[in-house]
């Protein structure tokens, strides 16, 4: 009796430090980042080069806009083709002119709640708390040849493992797990070229693997920060 007692206070203290270390690791990884100047920004637009294996040979223009918690719009042209994916609130819409969907059609609801992420301009891990997010130590890994920090993120829509450079507590990488249209979707995304911009760190080279357009190479060419945003850019066409 003595011993399993033991064993169940060995248990929940386990459970207690790791918890804690999650904490305290996503704690530094959000100083080492400067995310409290993330406070300052209200709108964002980025705008990068995606190189993709599935258009061996061409450049895509990738372009998001997004005010915090209200609408995100996303654009990916290459040959004169414009696909748009908008959330506004909680509604959304699209066009997919690879596809064949010339006209804008509205998004179901779980690829909304999916694609809401993009007006949480901060990331997951800023203000996790307050967001009703958890965290979990998961242990280590080795990322392209560095023994990261793994640490699990649990939101209601999906799951998400971050992966920590333990000389910088920068995120290296990401594994999102989520449900869509009734099937598991994993992606994954390393992250390098890290700079600075109004006191944020930021990677600037992001490599995805999973998804529609299969591995490929994001580079950011522009940010900016706190721009007047014209809100009829998020509003659906009429057919």
Do not use: C
């Amino acid at each position: 009796m003595k011993k399993t007692l033991l064993f169940v206070v060995f248990i929940i203290s386990v459970g207690f430090i790791q918890a804690q270390n999650a904490d305290e690791i996503v704690a530094k990884h959000l100083a080492a980042i400067g995310a409290s100047n993330w406070a300052k920004i209200n709108s964002v637009r980025m705008e990068a080069q995606i190189a993709s294996e599935a258009a061996a040979g061409m450049i895509y223009q990738w372009e998001m806009t997004a005010i915090r918690d209200q609408a995100a719009r996303m654009d990916l042209s290459v040959m004169n083709m414009n696909q748009i994916t908008v959330v506004n609130g909680n509604n959304g819409w699209f066009t997919n002119p690879f596809l064949g969907k010339f006209d804008p059609e509205p998004l179901k609801p779980d690829q909304v709640a999916s694609f809401k992420d993009m007006t949480d301009i901060d990331g997951s891990l800023v203000g996790y708390k307050e967001k009703g997010y958890t965290l979990e130590y998961v242990g280590t890994e080795v990322v392209e040849g560095t023994d990261a920090i793994k640490i699990k993120l649990n939101k209601s829509q999906k799951t998400e493992y971050s992966f920590f450079d333990p000389a910088t507590y920068y995120e290296i990488k990401k594994v999102v797990v989520e449900e869509l249209e009734g099937q598991t979707v994993e992606g994954t995304t390393l992250y390098s070229n890290f700079k600075t911009q109004e006191g944020i760190v930021i990677p600037f080279t992001m490599q995805q693997s999973g998804g529609s357009m299969g591995n490929s190479i994001i580079t950011l060419t522009t940010i900016t920060f706190n721009l007047t945003v014209d809100n009829t850019i998020f509003e659906m066409p009429k057919k």
